[in-house]
């Protein structure tokens, strides 16, 4: 089992940045891949930004691509998203997962956090 704890979200101006931290214990090698997804209200829960263990294979979705960054500190068991010009369109739910397959599809990851509120107001 791995257990994900999300944190970090909150309320920002559109054009404002926020760190997110997903702290992960158990099982961890079993997180071959940790990503990021969201959900906003009425909508589906969407692949963001996803990372290897070793952090040489990294992917973003089109629409956050060259806005957000996806890093992890193994030392510390955790990975991260830096948000930057944020846009109220990111408003969402955003959810940590790991698993071993990973990368876009959400049945690639086993293990997910309990999500963290990001408001971006415009």
């Known amino acids: 089992q791995v257990q994900l704890v999300e944190s970090g979200g909150g309320l920002v101006q559109a054009g404002g940045s926020l760190r997110l931290s997903c702290a992960a214990s158990?099982?961890?090698?079993?997180?071959?891949?940790m990503g990021w997804f969201r959900q906003a209200p009425g909508k589906e829960r969407e692949f963001v930004a996803a990372?290897?263990?070793?952090?040489?294979?990294?992917y973003y979705a089109t629409s956050v691509k060259g806005r957000f960054t996806i890093s992890r500190d193994n030392a510390k068991n955790t990975v991260y998203l830096e948000m930057n010009s944020l846009k109220p369109e990111d408003t969402a739910v955003y959810y940590c997962?790991?698993?071993?397959?990973?990368?876009?599809?959400?049945?690639?990851?086993?293990?997910w956090g309990q999500g963290t509120q990001v408001t971006v107001s415009s």
């Open positions: 990372i290897s263990w070793s952090g040489d294979r990294i």
């Open positions: 158990g099982r961890t090698s079993s997180a071959n891949f």
């Open positions: 997962a790991a698993g071993p397959r990973g990368i876009y599809r959400q049945s690639g990851y086993d293990y």
